[in-house]
């Protein structure tokens, strides 16, 4: 790295792959420190600081004629596909050898091959996902976020879950504000196992009880650049840590020395990270996310501006819902082995045709069978 530069301005590391480490912090302070209040401003319309042709012909060394002509010629309203046509995204010039342009036209194309809207239907409900917050603005004033704040980007893979999902890992990308607490992002996290019921219910499913992993088991942590922050907000909260740090210091395994902190005492401003670099979310004792910050900016008046929307889901993963043996129609709610009433094993059933199907009227248990509560991955859909 040249000398005097500041090693909180991100440079490769490992190239198009991860950053070296920086302070977010101090990275938003090296762009503030830069930046003049007009552009870090979130008014509502900002006002056009565009050069005047006096300006412009002094920065380029030219008259002020010229400047005004090139201004003109240079101008958005002065893009033409062609010759004399406008504009058009359907229409896609065939001469074109730019890539953007091929994109493009593979994307119409298949729009208009396209027979049924199942795909189409995905592709509308991913945009609107990406949209849906953009530009919004708080009712309450309070809620606004201040400007100059940092907006982090950050990728949450879920744990491999299917055969089908082996090579490919699904992940949810999140924003999430520099000066909101990792436990902020904690919570916001979905994920299906802090939604399952532990135990075996075949012989009274009314049993079954409404707590959920969530509430029982409430220990997590992130880890980020050798430190665990673990979730200790709850008293029941255990240092989960703990027995890898112990692991790591029992001999010299050339770890290093891994530290915990709390992590509701700790913003994502004063993380120090790697973008790019793949780190850690574990809750539910063993469920394993591999979280990646892919950007930090600073946040832009068009971007959704009311505090209490963040973190803000921006794209996830539609599961296929796995649905109801018997009705095909409903998603399965219990799962159950050695069945001797069912075809499968496992076997997967909704509520109502798991009850019909396994007992009398008064309720007692027909046949033989282990029965599970089940939570569909495609709860969150
Ligand atoms: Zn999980
Ligand atoms: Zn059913």
Redesign the pocket.
């Known amino acids: 790295m040249a000398e005097g530069v500041d090693e909180n301005i991100p440079v490769f590391e490992l190239t198009d792959t991860n950053t070296k480490v920086i302070h977010v912090g101090s990275f938003g302070n090296l762009w503030r420190e830069r930046l003049t209040s007009h552009d870090v401003s979130l008014a509502e319309e900002p006002t056009q600081n565009l050069a005047t042709d006096a300006e412009l012909a002094a920065d380029l060394g030219c008259t002020e004629e010229t400047a005004a002509e090139l201004k003109l010629l240079c101008s958005v309203d002065a893009l033409k596909c062609g010759e004399n046509e406008d504009l058009d995204s359907q229409n896609i010039p065939e001469d074109s050898n730019l890539v953007t342009l091929g994109i493009r036209r593979k994307v119409v194309e298949r729009r208009k091959a396209m027979v049924i809207d199942h795909a189409c239907r995905q592709e509308t409900l991913r945009y609107e996902m990406e949209y849906h917050a953009l530009g919004k603005r708080p009712q309450d004033s309070s809620n606004m976020i201040e400007e100059g704040e940092l907006l982090l980007t950050l990728n949450i893979m879920y ?1 491999v879950i299917f055969q089908k999902h082996k090579d490919y890992k699904p992940y949810a990308t999140m924003l999430v504000l520099g000066s909101q607490k990792l436990t902020e992002l904690r919570d916001a996290i979905k ?1 299906v ?2 939604l399952q019921i532990g135990g075996e219910f075949s012989r009274n499913p009314d049993l079954a009880p409404e707590n959920i992993c969530k509430d029982l088991f409430k220990s997590a942590f992130f880890y980020f650049e050798g430190i665990f922050y673990n979730d200790m907000r709850y008293p029941e909260c255990k240092d989960l840590s703990r027995n890898t740090i112990d692991w790591a210091e029992s001999r010299d395994r050339g770890y290093g020395k891994f530290q915990s902190a709390k992590m509701e005492d700790y913003t994502f401003n004063d993380l120090r990270i790697k973008i790019g670099f793949p780190y850690l979310y574990c ?2 004792g063993d ?1 394993e ?1 591999i979280v990646t910050i892919t950007d930090i900016r600073l946040i832009h008046y068009e971007d959704c501006l009311d505090r209490t929307l963040y973190p803000l889901q921006v794209k996830k993963h539609w599961f296929w819902t796995r649905k109801c043996y018997v009705c095909k129609i409903y998603t399965a709610k219990w799962v159950t082995n050695e069945d001797s009433l069912a075809p499968d094993d496992p076997c997967f059933f909704c509520d109502v045709c798991f009850r019909m199907l396994h007992y009398d009227t008064e309720g007692n248990k027909l046949g033989t069978f282990l029965a599970y509560p089940y939570v569909d991955p495609g709860t969150f859909n």
């Open positions: 744990p994920c196992s802090d809750h539910q469920c996310h």
